[in-house]
């Protein structure tokens, strides 16, 4: 990483796990670009090393458990999205998955493409529900994906 990152803790200094994480937006990118590389990572030299194991990427984008499967009829999920570790799963998705923020921040990363996106802008009216942003977010996402399979 380039820059120093800040997570929000509690009283006791112990980092939230529910988010508050701050990282510039290239390290953001960085941190999905391992993801996309199943956990290797290039360096200036092309020395290629695994940071992440292999094994753990895979099962950190997959749900294990019935209910943090996706899909708006599982009556065990309280979301259409499914849930890996800290990774969210769209509804029918082949394989694409993304980190997510409260204020509408993501790192989108579409394996068969080879395309991550990172958007870190905030959305001042994210509890504005009836306007659904995810939804809209995944659209222009997956839009942006199927332009980039027509280049190829």
């Known amino acids: 990483m380039e820059h120093k990152a800040f997570w929000l803790a509690d009283d006791d200094d112990m980092e939230l796990a529910l988010g508050g994480l701050n990282v510039s937006l290239r390290d953001y990118a960085k941190l999905g670009w391992l993801y996309l590389n199943q956990g290797t990572w290039t360096d200036s030299q092309n020395n290629i090393q695994q940071i992440v194991p292999q094994q753990w990427i895979i099962d950190s984008i997959k749900a294990d458990a019935p209910h943090l499967v ?6 065990a999920s309280t979301s259409s999205f499914g ?6 799963l769209p509804l029918d998705a082949e394989d694409e ?8 921040q993501y790192i989108y990363i579409d394996p068969d493409q080879s395309l991550e996106i990172v958007k870190n ?15 809209k977010h995944y659209a222009m996402f997956r839009t942006i994906s199927k332009f ?3 280049e190829q």
Request: charged fraction near 20%.
């Open 70 to 75: 996706a899909g708006e009829n599982n009556p």
């Open 83 to 88: 849930y890996g570790y800290q990774w969210w």
């Open 97 to 104: 998955f993304a980190a997510q923020d409260i204020y509408d």
């Open 121 to 135: 802008s905030a959305n001042y009216r994210f509890t504005d529900k009836s306007l659904n942003w995810k939804a």
């Open 148 to 150: 980039f399979s027509k």
